[in-house]
């Protein structure tokens, strides 16, 4: 592995969550690999779990992990390629990128679209410009348009779960994701990375369901079955994966906020008594109920806490690779 940007960076998704699964019944076993190395964390954008995580992640390989943000205590970047700088940006990506590169024997970046110009966010502008001049491997702790190591983590979760309970799974599971309301316009990165990773793993039967205008871009959700019904898409399902997103086609909007796609206990009862996911940060009695936050079939904090073994098995794998 090179780099981590999305799944087409993973040869073997299994391998990947097994490893990662490795690291949590052991996470010194490797804690000499990164020694003498440092990792970069750039934030463009606020982070919790992404940032913490990663942090542990590299400590337990022997790394020592440096966080730096940008939006706070850096200067203002330019990526326009041939831009003239008389505006607010201070420093070039063409600069500020190799030096970065000098300083870390890997690189991650953080950054979030602005949901105004589709084109300039699924461009992947940022990350594609430190990908180009920083020299070295990157890692994306979020880009505009996906969340792979959040992704990563969600199918360890699942794994990790069926292990501990086969029983109640016939053959595939069927794994749901549902929109959710929100009070604002949301990134469609998490469920286009969900998507991504669902499909491209081939080990679930994969539904997406949300309201009439908040399709997301077919290259993401290719091989899913996508409904607009979620009472019926909830049927005999295994996980329910929950996530706010603002509309793809006229961009970055909010056009539906039906509180009655918010799940409940009663909603629960349509399925396999389905386990629940959620990315977090998450707007209570919003997007979920707090009887399923705090009840049995909540696997959210399970979830966040297997964000450290994601991390740990992809900053190891790009190690191991760059040897």
Known sequence: MKNFISVEDVSDISSLV???LSYKANPFVDKTLGTNKRIGLLFLNPSLRTRLSTQVAAQNLGMEPIVFNVD???WALEFEEGAVMNGNTVEHVRDAA???GSYFDILCIRTF???KNREDDYGEKYISQFLKYAGVPIISLESATLHPLQSLTDIITIT???KSSPSGVGGKPKIV???APHIKPLPQCVANSFSQWVNAWGEADFVITHPEEYELAEKFTK?????DNQDEALKDADFIYVKNWSTYNDYGKIKCNDLSWMLTEEKLKLTNNAKVMHCLPVRRNIELSDEILDGPNSLVTQEASNRVWAAQAVISSILT???
Do not use: C
């Open 177 to 179: 994701l549902t929109w």
């Open 223 to 227: 091989g899913a079955t996508i409904i």
């Open 98 to 100: 190799p030096i970065l």
């Open 321 to 323: 690779a760059s040897k």
């Open 18 to 20: 097994e490893k990662a």
């Open 72 to 74: 706070k205590e850096g």
């Open 160 to 162: 990790e779960h069926l």
């Open 113 to 115: 679209p602005s949901l």
